[in-house]
């Protein structure tokens, strides 16, 4: 079990020093065999013919279960792992309705407009003469708009057109509406956090416009294995869902191997403490080694310019090797043109190409299938996205295949390289989302205002919270209240303002001070940290340097540069508790969850090497900004503190502060960058030693919430990062932060493990 696997890793290790072994665990996956089932008795006879000439004589069990309850008039979310063909699932009722009646139409969507084109180019493959499938996106050419919506009978877009091009004009699109008899949401555990807010709301609107038309669409979602599938899916529509989770689908044996790179000793990041080599350069130099055995390979990078580098680095060893070899390695990513992402596609299941860096574009669903290798170059945010990723290889349930996790410089990496049962064993974590964030759900009632007059019957899909929106909105004379209901009276529909990716307000457009050209958007509450003067700023994978933030005008311009260094702001940052809603005491440690308005003020920022030393400090004059959101913290009374013995308080709270920032993604389905915190010896509301940890969206994603809920384990974790991590007296892979805006001072390794252990002892 697992030879291949084991072959191609000991090549992989041929080249590390004796004694300087990175690999912290290795595990042998073991082969999991098909489980079939009959067709269908009412799937379309051509399409069953068509399937079974390319070799798919039966489906899978879970395939038919999920089109048996959605064919039935159930919503159903199938939740199962990469390559399991949740796509065939929702093809068979789809198909099967279109066949039976040409006049009924079926929307897909999905979170990127390349995985949509992948799945209709699937559709229209089988070659049904009754299913008009049709792309309606952004890209989508004017002159075609007309022809989808009067024929059409399968869309394929994505939710954000579905925001701008569908429903504030579903006037247009009456026939399709009023023959609406399915949803597809693909990949539905991307829909998180403050976007999968958004998106939950969207797909009420969805439903709403529906039944005006006399429709009443059965929803079909498809998933990585997540926790908890029917309450997400549930939450996510509105609607309960049946879960089809129990996986029919063959799987190869895999070799799944953690990897930490080494502490460097000649380098030095900030205030002297050790780095690690980069999780990118280690990552180049296994691909480089997995394409010299001719073994066909994906590396997932956390960012663009990560990818680039990647690709760059193994064909640089590589040269000197076999030219040949380099040319058979790229880089793939978003930004490219459609065309060069077929190509790239096309030479990686072809063998063509033997290595592809990639971002996480290659995750979602575009058919890649048999590979021998999949390297993940840094955590991806979530167990469901690691599994997703690490899918990729041994496709199919024959050949066997090798998936090394390198650790980056992070404190939830190197737990989980030195904990590996809480990334080979645990359960995938639950999706979070909050349709209820009232920052979120005001723009979405305005919209549906906008639509259709919204009436008392409607108010029970948007939740408890949407009469006190509305109420809000009224005052403001955003809508007026009649005795029907709610009407929008503007002469503009507020769509346009709505960013459903991001939370509300105008976003900071950032442009190319020599020629004018718009490169992108940033959210205007993390622009001061991001495009403030003299910030690196990525697109596309070029980097560019800010030369000057307009705050007023929300603009930033910048002009193209290769820096050797990146930047990191700093800032400073006070919170106030506006609301406790939850409490729990326990002796001297009080945890709680509520509101809270957190200011912030970005100060200056570090200039920085790849390697993670400081060049210098830069100081800034910016406005302060105020953020009203939810956090969970907690307590210590001065006595607990002082029986502890001699400690560093405010450096034991705040290493232990950012720890737990590291390590809250592990159980809230979010990255570092959508959280903050703040620690203080004193905190004026609460009297006492505290520790918070927020959101950093308006009105909160849940992410806080989920951490008071999972507060034990959490912590436990938080500490065991901590204690795994080799270095003196704390690093980057346990307690310092890439985004402390006080320079990582004053933090205590040794502190925080005595905090944490009382704090556990307390609450447990």
């Excluded at 989808?148 to 394929?156: K, S």
């Excluded at 939740?463 to 007026?480: F, N, S, T």
């Excluded at 009407?487 to 769509?495: S, V």
Aim: some cysteine; charged content about 25%.
């Amino acid at each position: 079990m697992g030879n291949e696997g084991r072959r191609l890793l000991r090549r992989v290790l041929a080249g590390v020093p004796v004694g300087e072994s990175p690999l912290t665990h290795t595990a042998d996956l073991p082969r999991r065999d098909a489980r079939t089932a009959h067709w269908p008795t009412w799937a379309p006879a051509d399409l069953v013919k068509e399937l079974t000439s390319r070799g798919v004589e039966r489906p899978w069990r879970h395939q038919v279960e999920a089109a048996e309850f959605a064919r039935s008039g159930r919503h159903v979310v199938i939740a199962t792992g990469t390559a399991s063909g949740k796509s065939l699932a929702y093809q068979l009722p789809v198909l099967g309705a279109l066949v039976d009646d040409p006049k009924s139409t079926a929307l897909y969507l999905s979170p990127t407009k390349a995985l949509g084109a992948d799945q209709r180019r699937s559709v229209e493959s089988l070659s049904l003469p009754d299913v008009r499938a049709a792309t309606y996106d952004g890209d989508t050419p004017i002159a075609e708009r007309d022809w989808v919506r009067a024929h059409a009978n399968w869309v394929f877009t994505n939710p954000d057109m579905l925001h701008r091009g569908m429903l504030p004009h579903h006037t247009r699109w009456i026939r399709f509406f009023r023959r609406l008899r399915y949803v597809v949401v693909d990949e539905c555990h991307a829909y998180r956090g403050v976007f999968g807010s958004h998106v939950a709301l969207l797909l009420r609107r969805l439903r709403r416009v529906a039944r005006r038309y006399g429709a009443d669409p059965v929803f079909v979602l498809a998933s990585a294995t997540v926790a908890d599938p029917g309450t997400s899916a549930r939450r996510l529509v509105g609607v309960p869902c049946e879960a089809v989770t129990e996986d029919g689908s063959p799987r190869a044996a895999r070799t799944v191997a953690l990897w930490e790179p080494p502490l460097l000793e000649d380098l030095e990041g900030e205030n002297g403490v050790p780095v690690r080599r980069s999780a990118g350069a280690e990552t180049a130099r296994i691909l480089a080694d997995l394409v010299v055995e001719g073994a066909r390979s994906l590396a997932f990078v956390r960012s663009r310019v990560g990818a680039e580098l990647a690709a760059l680095g193994a064909r640089r060893v590589l040269a000197d090797v076999d030219p040949g070899l380099a040319e058979r390695v790229a880089a793939y990513r978003g930004g490219y043109l459609p065309e060069e992402r077929r190509a790239l596609e096309r030479g990686l299941s072809s063998g063509a190409l033997l290595g592809v860096a990639t971002t996480n574009a290659l995750e979602l669903g575009v058919d890649i299938a048999g590979l021998d290798a999949v390297v993940v170059a840094g955590f991806p945010g979530t167990l469901a996205s690691f599994w997703q990723q690490a899918g990729r290889a041994g496709r199919g349930g024959e050949d066997e295949a090798l998936v090394v996790f390198v650790a980056r410089d992070d404190p939830l990496d190197t737990y989980l390289v030195h904990n590996p049962a809480a990334m080979l064993e645990k359960p995938v974590e639950a999706t979070v989302l909050d349709p209820a964030n009232p920052y979120v759900l005001e723009p979405h009632l305005a919209c549906a205002a906008a639509e259709l007059p919204l009436g008392e019957e409607d108010l029970a899909d948007f939740g408890p919270a949407a009469r006190g929106v509305l109420d809000d909105l009224v005052a403001r004379k955003v809508l007026r209240r009649r005795p029907q209901g709610w009407y929008w009276t503007a002469r503009e529909r507020p769509h346009g303002e709505v960013d459903i990716r991001g939370t509300g307000g105008e976003p900071v457009i950032v442009v190319e001070g020599d020629s004018g050209r718009m490169l992108g958007t940033v959210d205007r509450g993390s622009a001061f940290r991001t495009v403030h003067e003299g910030a690196v700023y990525l697109h596309q994978g070029e980097s560019y340097v800010v030369d000057r933030l307009d705050v007023a005008d929300g603009i930033a311009f910048v002009h193209a540069a290769r820096p050797d260094w990146t930047t990191t702001a700093r800032d400073v940052k006070d919170i106030t508790v506006v609301r406790t809603l939850e409490q729990r005491v326990h002796g001297g440690v009080t945890v709680s969850s509520g509101e809270v308005e957190v200011t912030s003020q970005v100060v200056g920022y570090l200039r920085k090497l790849p390697s993670g030393q400081v060049v210098d400090s830069v100081a800034l004059d910016l406005p302060a900004d105020t953020l009203v959101t939810r956090a969970v913290w907690y307590t210590i009374t001065p006595d607990l503190l002082a029986s502890l013995g001699p400690i560093r308080i405010p450096g034991a709270l705040h290493a232990a502060e950012h720890a737990a920032i590291g390590l809250l993604p592990l159980f809230a389905t979010c990255d570092r960058w959508d959280i903050g915190g703040v620690s203080t010896a004193l905190h004026p509301d609460t009297g006492e030693p505290t520790v918070f940890v927020h959101d950093g969206h308006p009105g909160g994603a849940g992410f806080a919430d989920r951490g008071y809920d999972a507060l034990v384990p959490w912590l436990r974790a938080t500490r065991e990062a901590i204690a795994s991590c080799a270095c003196p007296a704390g690093c980057p892979s346990c307690v310092q932060s890439p985004k402390c805006g006080n320079g990582n001072d004053p933090l205590d390794k040794a502190g925080a493990l005595t905090v944490l252990d009382a704090v556990l002892a307390a609450v447990r």
